[in-house]
């Protein structure tokens, strides 16, 4: 479907923008391929679970170091500042040996961005870890088996979106939570206010500490924040706090939609996005990325792939509860591939730039990889189920048959 989009540079572009769809293409082709093996059945649910487990472990490293920082920064400490050094997108039109981490700065208090190069990378990161987490605190078999680790890790990383101040996080957060309270069950709602009410609590204690420490309130610059977008929205005029970049997304959106409507069904070609837009070369999320580069064609197939995964995992959950051919650990598998999947389409509709990256392809493989594992065990069951059916009536028909011969 993306190789459509290969029609207006090749009717209506110089031998650089073909050059360049083709790079990208094969880019995305590449990223595509390597999750699409998932398919292939060769990653099983006891390798999934070895691979949250080391994840989950990990991010309570990457997390306190974030906290670290916030001291670090201040005193001016090792590591409080990391040098990056990576051949990313802005080097088309930069040379750079590495670049420093940026965060902003509000009177002494530096946003949160640990190992990452900016904070809504950080808050991305967390949130990825909470699609994980979350489902757990729902179910009779947990891969992390302390329910007590389990609310450790969830807690660490709120705390962590927080030092973020991060629009990213506040409203990624919001959006898991629904998606996981829906999915629960009552008594996993009893749980899921608990831990929120335990979390609001710890991020109380800890504005407190971060308002004495650095002589600001977290809280107090969420709200300023986000009082000063609505107010931007409402007035029409001002640009919100210091740094706000809510505005920019919100532009490099409508760009995209202003391209798509010149090029409605194929759009202008894969990595085109800034050769046809005099403002940006690259948008800040994926969404105006996907319409612009592929058309109408392009983005309602890639969504397909994401609301079919969601569509079928519900499906399977729902039959089990009557066939009961799943156990408690794939069924917790099916969850946590439903809010990977919240997770990603949040990200990459929204607030990252991901489509073409492996930031998309690769989280993307883990519910594929349990989609396939559960599905191909369902239609194995729905085919012994159908095979013991028809035996049943065979063997009826038979006795019935000799009765009235009788």
């Not at 479907?1 to 769809?21: N, R, Y």
């Not at 595509?32 to 093996?37: G, Q, R, Y």
């Not at 309570?60 to 920064?73: D, G, S, T, W």
């Not at 009177?107 to 870890?129: D, H, K, Q, V, W």
């Amino acid at each position: 479907i993306t190789f459509l989009s290969l029609a207006k540079p090749l009717f209506d572009g110089s031998d650089g923008q073909i050059l360049q769809f083709f790079k990208t293409f094969l880019h995305l082709a590449y990223l595509m391929i390597f999750a699409l093996t998932a398919f292939t059945g060769v990653i099983e649910n006891k390798h999934i679970f070895k691979v949250l487990k080391i994840l989950l472990f990990l991010s309570i490293f990457v997390n306190l170091f974030a906290f670290y920082q916030l001291v670090a920064r201040v005193y001016d400490l090792p590591f409080s500042w990391i040098v990056l050094n990576s051949n990313n997108l802005h080097e088309r039109v930069t040379e750079s040996d590495g670049y420093e981490q940026f965060a902003l700065k509000y009177e002494n208090f530096y946003r949160g961005t640990s190992i990452f190069s900016e904070p809504s990378a950080l808050a991305s990161f967390n949130l990825m870890m909470l699609s994980f987490l979350l489902p757990q605190l729902d179910s009779n078999s947990k891969f992390l088996k302390s329910f007590k680790y389990i609310v450790f890790l969830v807690l660490l990383s709120v705390l962590t979106l927080f030092i973020t101040f991060s629009l990213t996080a506040l409203v990624g957060l919001a959006f898991l939570f629904v998606t996981t309270f829906f999915l629960g069950s009552r008594k996993f709602r009893i749980t899921f206010f608990k831990v929120i009410g335990v979390g609001t609590a710890l991020l109380l204690i800890a504005d407190f500490f971060t308002a004495d420490f650095v002589g600001i309130s977290v809280f107090e610059l969420f709200a300023d924040r986000v009082l000063g977008i609505i107010e931007a929205i409402v007035k029409g005029q001002g640009s919100g706090i210091s740094g706000e970049s809510f505005f920019l997304r919100v532009s490099t959106l409508f760009s995209g939609f202003d391209i798509f409507l010149d090029n409605h069904f194929f759009g202008v070609g894969l990595g085109l996005y800034g050769y046809n837009n005099s403002l940006y070369m690259f948008p800040d999320s994926g969404l105006p990325q996907i319409i612009a580069e592929t058309g109408l064609f392009g983005t309602i197939f890639f969504y397909l792939i994401i609301f079919t995964t969601v569509y079928l995992n519900l499906h399977l959950i729902k039959v089990n509860s009557k066939k009961h051919f799943l156990d408690n650990s794939e069924i917790l598998l099916l969850k946590i591939g439903i809010t990977t999947l919240a997770y990603l389409f949040f990200i990459v509709s929204f607030t990252g730039n991901i489509f073409i990256s492996s930031g998309l392809w690769l989280p993307i493989f883990i519910p594929f990889a349990i989609l396939y594992n559960t599905y191909f065990k369902y239609k194995k069951h729905k085919i012994i189920f159908t095979y013991r059916e028809q035996t049943i009536a065979s063997k009826f028909a038979t006795k019935l048959n000799h009765q009235l011969n009788n």
